[in-house]
């Protein structure tokens, strides 16, 4: 254990990440990754085995591979997985399937989350100053202007302060750390009991994820890796949870729905569950964030849920790296809530709509939807929106750690940044990612930015640890390719930088953050005022020593 314990027993650490789910395991990973000495808890002993997250996008596998995990935990994954839309007699009305990879990964993949959270634990075994202690439960929290004192009890019920400058609360739902900070979930539980059970060795013959809007008995069906398969059914009011949850109800219920060949295996999971539109009116409270569950539960129609909690994840620790390992303004914390909470809500009102379109509340109604979805692959722009997601919500962040021009309506800002594939000085091809490293990147699109920052703005980046990076058009001359000292050269090997470019001389240099949105954009000759203006947003103190 690595943490420092010191001579009045006080166990002293920069980040307590509180529960170590999969939001709070990823914060955990990257801290590592930034050097920020972190102690994970959870009160558990092992990973939740209840049947949960099925359903990954590409956001979250780009910030797994921030973390130096997202190859690993990709393999196990059914990768760019199709969802049909069928009618309640298992008739098939429509499909979503998007086949670009803007972000570098597939958009749609399977999962098993026992064994995601599991390759996520390991992950933390490459880091010396993180330690994950469980069967460790927290009790209070104090906070005063120099950090928290927080009690936990460990597996032998003996119970020890931990003292840290900062502290999230990625502890679930029923988050301790929401309940002790006094942030309110504001929102709705519906009515509705959901059955969820995962078999082993389904015989189904179905490789996609089916939904199958019903007025009566909604349900889905949800191929998963290794023989897996996911059931969930709406249940009436009559039908109680002890029923249902038989081996044989299950049964009764799967095959009157599915052609179903041969024996059914047994249930390897099985609960049922309520749904919850909510979000926490404060994502941060002093020195105390809220991420993942902890700050928004939402329904699982639209497979959400585990994703938003990455992408608070990715937001949060950068900013905690940033100020403490670059003593960046502790304000820039109020930036978390104010990039993530408006977005985590637009997730949680999606799902809770498309909730409301998979479970129509009369016959007429399931027919009218049928209709509907019919009809709409029929128009090439309707069916568009449908077949590429295009109503998925992305994150854009108007207010935070960005810099908006405002003359520039279809700035590019404040989204994620693409991730072309690029290639190194030396032959490697890489997703850009992998090659800038896990920090801040500059990157001229055909410039090397050093050629252009006056000596102050260069000490500024420099301070921040940023890269600077030149991406030249692919296969250019010797010419062409020339960069400073400490410049990273990169070929756009598929010329993905040139498709988002457009020649847009507003957009010859970018700034990328860790979490990899883009925080400005500029032509060569603004590029110092821009450095200004952001030194303004992320002042920094002193000389990156960590990452
Ligand atoms: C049926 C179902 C299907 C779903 N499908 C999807 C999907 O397809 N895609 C998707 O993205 N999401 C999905 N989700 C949601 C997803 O499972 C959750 O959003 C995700 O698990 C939340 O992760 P978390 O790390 O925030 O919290 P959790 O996974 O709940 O982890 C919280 C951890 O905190 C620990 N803890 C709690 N209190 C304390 C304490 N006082 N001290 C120490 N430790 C504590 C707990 O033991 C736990 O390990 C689904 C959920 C359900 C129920």
Redesign the pocket.
């Given at each position: 254990m690595n943490q420092r314990e010191e001579k009045d027993d006080i166990v002293r650490t920069q980040v307590l990440v509180?529960?170590?789910?999969?939001?709070?395991t990823t914060i955990a990973n990257l801290l590592g990754v930034y050097g920020i000495e972190t102690l994970l808890?959870?009160?558990?002993p092992e990973v939740?085995d209840?049947?949960?997250?099925?359903?990954?996008d590409d956001e979250s596998l780009r910030v797994f591979q921030s973390a130096g995990l997202g190859e690993k935990v990709h393999a196990d994954m059914i990768q760019n997985q199709l969802l049909r839309y069928f009618d309640s007699s298992g008739r098939y009305l429509v499909e979503i399937a998007p086949s670009a990879q803007p972000f570098g990964w597939p958009r749609r993949n399977s999962f098993l989350?026992p064994m995601l959270e599991k390759k996520l634990r390991a992950g933390l075994d490459r880091f010396d100053h993180v330690g994950l202690r469980v069967s460790?439960?927290?009790l209070t929290l104090e906070q005063d202007d120099e950090g928290v004192t927080a009690r936990l009890r460990d597996a032998r019920g003996g119970e020890f302060t931990v003292r840290a400058d900062y502290v999230v609360g990625?502890?679930?739902?029923?988050?301790?750390v929401r309940k002790l900070v006094g942030a309110t979930l504001e929102g709705a539980t519906h009515g509705a009991r959901w059955l969820?059970v995962d078999l082993k060795d389904s015989a189904l013959h179905a490789p996609y994820a089916g939904n199958y809007i019903s007025s009566t008995r909604p349900h889905v069906s949800i191929d998963l890796p290794f023989g897996y398969r996911r059931f969930?059914f709406r249940l009436a009011e009559h039908e109680t949870d002890e029923e249902m949850l038989k081996p044989e109800a299950v049964e009764r219920l799967i095959r009157r729905h599915f052609d179903w060949e041969g024996p059914m295996p047994g249930l390897e999971r099985s609960r049922i569950?309520l749904h919850h539109s909510r979000v926490a009116d404060r994502f941060r409270t002093g020195r105390v964030f809220l991420?993942?569950?902890?700050a928004h539960l939402q329904p699982?129609w639209f497979?959400?849920?585990?994703?938003s909690?990455i992408r608070d994840a990715a937001n949060i620790a950068w900013k905690l790296a940033a100020v403490l390992a670059h003593g960046a303004d502790d304000r820039i914390l109020d930036t978390y809530h104010t990039e993530r909470h408006g977005h985590a809500k637009a997730m949680v009102d999606l799902a809770t709509t498309l909730g409301k379109i998979y479970s129509p509340k009369t016959k007429l109604g399931e027919h009218v939807r049928s209709l509907l979805l019919r009809a709409s692959v029929r128009v090439p722009s309707a069916r568009d929106y449908i077949l590429q997601m295009k109503f998925k919500p992305m994150p854009f962040y108007k207010q935070g750690v960005v810099i908006h021009r405002q003359e520039d309506k279809n700035s590019p800002v404040g989204k994620m940044f693409i991730q072309p594939m690029v290639e190194t000085e030396d032959g490697r091809r890489l997703r850009l990612d992998d090659a800038v490293g896990p920090w801040f990147a500059v990157i001229g699109v055909n410039i090397d930015p050093a050629e252009h920052l006056d000596e102050e703005a260069a000490a500024y980046w420099r301070s921040l640890g940023a890269r600077l990076v030149r991406v030249n058009r692919s296969r250019a001359g010797r010419h062409l390719r020339s960069a400073s000292d400490g410049t990273l050269l990169l070929d756009d090997a598929e010329g993905g930088l040139r498709d988002w470019h457009k020649g847009d001389r507003g957009r010859e240099i970018v700034v990328v953050r860790p979490d990899r949105y883009l925080a400005a954009a500029c032509g060569r000759d603004e590029l110092n005022d821009l450095t200004r203006r952001f030194r303004h947003i992320l002042p920094v103190r002193e000389p990156a020593s960590r990452t």
């Open positions: 509180v529960g170590a789910g999969p939001c709070g808890v959870d009160k558990a939740v209840f049947p949960r997250g099925v359903g990954v989350q460790h439960e927290l990625a502890d679930g739902g029923r988050s301790t969820v969930e569950y991420a993942g569950d902890a699982p497979g959400q849920g585990m994703n909690g």
